[in-house]
């Protein structure tokens, strides 16, 4: 399994949004969570990104048991090693942080673009808060960039881009580090249909190319009937 939660619990409050969420997700897999608002879709993903810690319960990373190993230890796994299982809510939020960097790519509804940085200077930012070499990670931006169509927008900003360009980009951030998940939530909720169409064969086509693994949190049926398997919530519990 890539992904799994064992009882995931989150309140706010006085509510209880989600109540015990038992979930596994396979390599390579694309998975849509469907259900009513307020069902605690969103509130699952943020914590599947570690973005968001559970009241109680697990969330499992990928192959091996992390248990018995240091903190050092397993931030070098996860640096060097892809094979490896781990609890990321085990780590300090630093090592959460470059766990999540490395591993993890998020696609927003509103693309979440830097205004003042252009196409690949925001493409970037993933690989330079990760450390590496400036030259390096503006050459694979480049080459996302260019698989994305995206080629003549490089230099542009976003209010120069319309939004299935803003979109594709944020698809680029997401995939700058090559992280072993891409989690989206409403991808193509603001988009019209042609780039709705165009945006749900992407996710697939870097399936088939990249070998990403897809959870993706949307209210478009067709999308979701695309999808290798849905999971459906309501009122904070997985109902199918």
């Known amino acids: 399994m890539m992904i799994e939660t064992k009882g995931i619990i989150k309140s706010f409050a006085s509510l209880q949004v989600l109540k015990g969420i038992d979930l596994s997700i396979k390599e390579k897999e694309i998975v849509a969570i469907v259900g009513p608002s307020g069902a605690g879709k969103t509130t699952l993903l943020q914590i599947m990104g570690t973005l968001d810690r559970p009241d109680s319960g697990k969330l499992l990373y990928m192959g091996l048991g992390s248990s018995d190993l ?6 070098n796994m996860f640096q060097q090693d892809r094979s490896f299982r781990i609890e990321p809510f085990e780590l300090s939020e630093k090592a959460r942080a470059a766990f999540r960097n490395k591993h993890i790519g998020f696609v927003f509804q509103f693309h979440q673009l830097l205004p003042e940085f252009t196409a690949l200077e925001n ?43 803003k979109q594709r980009v944020a698809v680029a951030r997401a995939l700058i580090n090559n992280p072993s998940v891409i989690l989206a939530d409403e991808p193509s909720g603001s988009l019209d249909s042609k780039n709705k169409d165009e945006l749900h064969s992407l996710f697939f086509d870097l399936r088939n190319e990249m070998g990403q693994t897809f959870v993706i949190v949307t209210h478009d049926e067709h999308l979701a009937k695309l999808a290798d398997r849905i999971i459906f919530m309501k009122d904070g519990l997985i109902t199918l």
């Open 70 to 75: 240091s903190e050092k230890n397993r931030t």
């Open 123 to 165: 493409v970037m930012i993933p690989a330079l808060i990760a450390h590496r070499n400036y030259g390096e990670a503006e050459k694979k931006a480049m080459e996302l960039l260019v698989f994305l169509r995206l080629k003549d927008r490089i230099k542009h900003k976003p209010s120069e881009l319309s939004g299935g360009e």
